[in-house]
């Protein structure tokens, strides 16, 4: 049987009965255990040396996971510079945190060989090749340079822009170009699907073939929608048990009755953190009935620090929680809890399982696990609702969450005030 490489910017090497890992790491872990193989990336070590080394190799019953370690310069242009300051930003629509430079592109362009060098030679003949994010994009080119005419898929885990927005990038074609060299492209929503066809008929002159595939300079690239998904039993049954985390325990207690608002993201500015807070002001402010009858708990994992837009979003943050609990805290009650440390998975799920509502209002997002998560967590027989920005992936699937644009503050609130009124019979057939 054909082993499954998967190839990736971070390995997430699992301890024996984790769960902690989040996202992306639980797909790809969930699909090597099924077909056995490799998984190769960094693992996010610094090392001295100009050129990495061969990968470091880390055996965990079928996986092979490979490692390899970058130097301080080339981790600050692929990864700080070019994948999170250039790429992400633009992919999320985000311009006032794009800032182009010409080094952070070569580095990312260097990188991708040494990722390439590495695992050429950890490949065998019917070896499936699957490429994740967008960190990745020149790694087809480059492997087949290698010598590598293996089939290799891609998948985009974060938005694809319209093609106005992607010609802000000054290699837009070369993005292009490089991501038909791979013989299959995947995305998360039609509309990540529609915006990359379009870049690459209009850039490219490739046409649309009907059997969803691009022609392209003779070659066709097969493309297609499929969203990423959680495991529905491992989170019920991670939920389901909250008694067994002392944890959650401990969260029911201090709520002495009241109802919980929980959100949790990575501290990223796509994930719309400050607009949440304002969003949440603004209902206290409508709505003073909900003053001392609900707490609101953001839980933020630090992300990407070296980063001055995430150290931005970080300080606005903390300025926007000063103004509310200032204003609104009463001395027997405050109106959000701020924890900003990344949580076990498990104790997370169950945290979701208390909370009677979620909120997943992300400013632009490939998919948004977190609003999967939130709902699987929940208890069929009393289920809580969940706030969603329209601009998320999930948003095309969860279409009986409560939908909302989470720029606009009033919207939000109100449909926080909807959510925490709603009947349990309507609560549990959105959640059916
Ligand atoms: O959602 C995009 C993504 O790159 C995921 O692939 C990843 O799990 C997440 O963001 C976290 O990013 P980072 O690896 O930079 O912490």
Redo the contacts with the bound molecule.
Sequence with gaps: MSRLIIV???VVIPKEGDHSA????VGVLSALDELGGVWFGCNGQITEDPKPRPPKITERGNITFATIDLNQEDHDGY?NGFS?NILWPLFHYMLGYYNYDRSQYEAYERVNQWFADGLIPLLEPDDIIWV????LIPLADKLRQGGIDRPIGFFL??PFPAYGMLRVLPISRKILEYLCRFDLVGFQTQSDLDAFCDAVVSSLGASMEEDHTLLVDGRKVRVGVFPIGVDLDQIAESASSIERYEYANRLITSLAGRNLIIGAD?LDYSKGIPERLRSYERLLEKFPQYRGRIVYMQISAP??TDIRGYQDIKNEVDALLGGITGQYSKFDWVPIRYIEQAFERDILMAFFRVAKLGMATPLRD?MNLVAKEYMAAQNPEDPGILVLSKLAGSAKELTDAILVNPYDPDEVATGIERGLEMPLAERRDRYQ
């Excluded at 989040?22 to 790491?25: F, K, R």
């Excluded at 994740?132 to 960190?135: A, L, P, R, T």
């Design positions: 990736a910017n971070r989040g996202g992306l790491a990864y999170n994740h994010d967008y960190h885990h974060v990575r992300s990407r490939g």
